[in-house]
């Protein structure tokens, strides 16, 4: 299996570095660490007393490696999840946080298990992500990839200025739903025609 460490390499990857998109709620951003994020830790870089825009882009490349080992996959619990699934879940908590935690486990109750949509993984869920898992290996890996597409979708829907991030200006895959492919089987993919279908409400 691939290790935690490689994970979160790539997940700094598919992030890249400074941005800081007026329509992106999450603020100036660096390998995928927002400004938000470096306050709440008091990631003051430049030690000049408060943290700004000047103190993301400091932000090296290793220390966001460190920062969502540490806060997204240690903290929340990922790490308890089944192997196979923590990839997908981890990828997501950093690009959506508690969120990717609630879609496992609003998965969980459409499959039948008494868990709390919470943002929260506790003994509960946890237990209830493992039986399912064993119920259907692979089958669950998929279910969570989808959901992840589907909220994407759902945010688009919602919010105008956030398709772009959904559907690319050529009308291809936008990066949200190539990056949840990422983690879904090929035969689950969506045609161009499927998603073209499915985004055509936007215009």
């Known amino acids: 299996m691939t290790s935690v460490k490689q994970i979160a390499k790539e997940i700094v990857a598919r992030e ?12 100036a951003t660096n390998f995928g660490v927002t400004i938000h994020t470096m306050r709440r830790l008091g990631l003051d870089l430049d030690r000049d007393g408060v943290i700004t825009s000047a103190d993301v882009r400091r932000l090296t490349r290793a220390q966001a490696e460190d920062i969502f080992l540490e806060y997204y996959y240690k903290r929340p619990l990922i790490a308890e999840l089944p192997d196979a699934i923590q990839p997908s879940v981890f990828d997501m908590y950093v ?14 109750v459409e499959m039948g298990y008494a868990v709390s949509v919470d943002g929260a993984l506790g003994p509960q869920s946890l237990a209830a992500v ?32 956030s398709r772009k ?21 090929a035969k689950y993919h969506l045609t161009q025609e499927e998603f073209n279908q499915r985004t055509a409400a936007w215009g």
Do not use: C, M, T
């Not at 890249?16 to 603020?27: R, T």
């Open 16 to 27: 890249g570095g400074y941005v800081n998109d007026p329509d992106d709620p999450g603020g």
């Open 95 to 108: 690009n959506a946080g508690s969120n990717a935690v609630k879609i496992l486990q609003q998965l969980l």
């Open 130 to 161: 493992r039986a399912a898992y064993r119920a259907g290996a692979g089958h669950l890996v998929d279910a969570y990839g989808i959901a992840r597409r589907n909220y994407y979708f759902r945010l688009a829907d919602r919010r105008v200025a």
């Open 165 to 185: 991030y959904a559907r690319a200006r050529a009308g291809g895959k936008g990066g949200w739903i190539k990056r949840a492919e990422e983690f879904i089987s």
